[in-house]
């Protein structure tokens, strides 16, 4: 394992942790090992005697119980499922360049090599042990329950080293020294993951984990519930006990990786950690800007990774700060140590989707989109979606056009600032039978719940700047009032129906899915939007469908800020503080000199969704 000193810390503390498991086995076979001495005793002649007698058939039956106990929890230790992290799995066949790199970059740590690789869609890189039997594929009928690695494990194959996972990320946007020079205190890692000692403790911890979840799932009998009540507090009470010397033999062991890794590629190391935090910028923009409103229209893009490039060459393009990067573009990227880096980029995005979104594996509203449709099939269906929604609303409040009551040909941008614009008194028409809807709690509620159930927790609008979005600003932001607050919501009680309603598409293949499909998505990206930022959303919505259908603009996607209108060519930078004036303020005045401006008529019907 090498002479680091945090090797040897990890091993003292990989040795403690095994004393916790030594002491609990040890009290579970205190009482059979006072049984044996009392049995011994009386066939021997040496303890006789009624107290004898009494204490044989009291400690008996009580050994046997503690004994019993004690195995099935020992059972369930060694047998439950421990979780494993949602990848993207890599096959040799299909990379034998990142193989070649990664095995040579282990021979020069003189450390075993991983058994495997596989990618995952966020900015970090770790080793995995996946060397538990129930981490090989279980049968279909197993899948049910993480107890069922209990039966059939025997044909299981065994990997002998723990498994490299590599962001997908990193792939693509870093170049193949780059990545190497990352990756080399995680391979480091293998040392210490093989030394007999800290590999038991670790199968000890991650047996314990596995047995509490086994414990905590539900859908089971009365018995097997207490069954399972009493096996979890034990496992609780085991963790308890070696929670930290297990977080500090962890620490150890990367410390140990980590100076073990200063030998090869440090400098070039130093110049790569800048790369993982601009990688990580970028990715995160492009989930939340980006990835997330195709995920609510229900397409997924089938090449965020490649979109990460996009987005960090544009950043390097406006952002004097990261004009160098831009230069490094012309160096081997390490996606090309991937024979089909499409294929392995499509998987990711899916895995994406379901991991921060939780849409389905497949289903007939569930489908790819590439980047040259995002505009028409996500942007355009977006914004008309969300301009029909606004209408219903209107109409369900029973707000006109104006005054008289002189409905358009069709819905236009008119009606919905006219509204906005109103004095409080006079937008309260057809306020008070919304009011009353929306003052029952259950129904907001129920469509709150659900709308968290399904992953929408997410906002598609990070307090996006440009043409479709919210500038970022301070949480503390008053909430609208007067006419702008009773649309707002209504909005969100008829958001939260809708989302409440829709119903899930189960996964295609559920017997190849390493998770829990219940508890998609796993990694809710933003909290729920507010009613201020749904309404606003939704006015610049309408205001970018009559762009549209009045004026020639048309839907772009703008890699750091998502969705965005485009005005002959250029985006409407400037529409957003227009749009909350008249959401915050009812002041339609600066909102009505852009229109003028850019040639666009509130008046005229405009096409909805």
């Not at 403690?16 to 009386?42: D, N």
């Not at 859908?219 to 519930?225: A, D, L, M, N, S």
């Not at 009559?546 to 985006?571: I, K, Q, S, V, Y």
């Not at 004036?581 to 401006?597: F, H, T, Y």
Request: glycine letters at 8%; one cysteine or more.
């Amino acid at each position: 394992m090498g002479v680091e000193a945090g090797a040897q810390a990890a091993r003292s503390r990989a040795l403690a942790v095994l004393r916790v498991r030594s002491r609990a086995q040890a009290v579970a076979l205190l009482p059979a090992a006072l049984a044996v001495i009392l049995l011994a005793g009386g066939f021997t002649g040496h303890l006789v005697g009624s107290f004898w007698h009494v204490a044989r058939w009291a400690v008996t039956p009580v050994a046997v119980v503690v004994l019993l106990a004690a195995g099935a929890v020992a059972l369930v230790i060694a047998r439950a499922r421990p979780a494993v992290t949602p990848t993207v799995p890599v096959a040799e066949e299909s990379a034998p360049d990142l193989y070649r790199m990664v095995r040579d970059l282990a021979d020069r740590l003189d450390v075993p090599a991983p058994s495997a690789i596989a990618l995952t869609p966020d900015c970090d890189s770790w080793l995995e042990d996946r060397t538990h039997s129930a981490h090989g594929p279980p049968p279909a009928d197993d899948r049910a329950d993480e107890i069922a690695g209990v039966r059939a494990s025997h044909h299981r194959r065994t990997p002998a080293a723990p498994v490299l996972v590599i962001g997908s990320p990193f792939l693509w946007w870093m170049r193949v020294g780059e990545l190497r020079a990352v990756l080399a205190p995680v391979v480091a890692g293998t040392g210490p993951s093989a030394h007999p000692d800290i590999a038991a403790a670790r199968r000890f911890v991650r047996g314990l984990d596995a047995a509490v979840a086994v414990a905590s799932s539900s859908g089971r009998c009365p018995g097997t519930r207490l069954v399972c009540a009493g096996i979890g507090a034990v496992a609780r009470f085991l963790l308890r006990g070696c929670r930290e010397h297990a977080a500090l033999m962890e620490r150890g062991v990367a410390a140990a990786a980590a100076e073990r890794a200063q030998a090869v590629d440090y400098g070039l190391r130093i110049v790569a950690q800048e790369q993982v935090g601009l990688a990580y910028a970028g990715w995160d923009r492009l989930l939340t800007r980006v990835a997330l409103p195709a995920w609510r229209m229900g397409r997924w893009p089938s090449r965020l990774d490649a979109g990460v490039v996009a987005a960090l060459t544009e950043l390097s393009r406006r952002d004097r700060l990261a004009e160098g990067f831009a230069s490094r573009l012309g160096e081997r990227p390490a996606c090309d140590l991937l024979e089909e880096p499409g294929a392995v980029d499509e998987a990711a995005s899916l895995l994406a989707a379901r991991l921060f979104h939780g849409g389905p594996e497949a289903g007939p509203d569930w489908s790819p989109v590439d980047w040259q449709e995002y505009p028409d099939e996500v942007v355009d269906r977006k914004w008309r979606t969300d301009a029909a929604r606004l209408h219903r609303v209107l109409d369900t409040l029973g707000i006109t056009t104006g005054p008289a009551p002189s409905p358009p040909e069709g819905p236009n941008l008119a009606r919905v600032m006219d509204h906005l614009s109103m004095p409080h008194g006079l937008g309260a028409t057809g306020g008070e039978e919304a009011r009353a809807p929306l003052s029952h709690g259950p129904v907001v509620t129920d469509g709150e719940e659900a709308l968290a159930a399904q992953g929408a927790a997410a906002a598609d609008l990070e307090r996006r700047s440009g043409a479709d979005g919210i500038d970022e600003e301070d949480e503390g932001e008053p909430e609208p009032d007067g006419p702008a607050a009773t649309l707002a919501a209504a909005l969100t009680t008829q958001l939260s129906r809708e989302e409440a309603t829709a119903a899930p598409v189960g996964p295609a293949t559920p017997e190849a899915v390493p998770w829990d499909e219940a508890t998609l998505p796993l990694f809710p990206l933003q909290p729920p939007r507010s009613a201020r930022e749904l309404l606003t959303e939704h006015v610049t919505a309408m205001v970018c469908c009559a762009a549209m259908d009045t004026a020639g603009a048309t839907p772009g996607l703008d890699w750091l800020d998502g969705p965005t209108l485009l005005l002959n060519g250029e985006r409407a930078t400037d529409l957003t503080p227009r749009v909350l004036s008249l959401v915050e303020d009812g002041d339609p005045a600066p909102l009505r000199a852009w229109l003028r401006e850019s040639g666009i008529r509130p008046e005229k019907p405009v096409r909805l969704g």
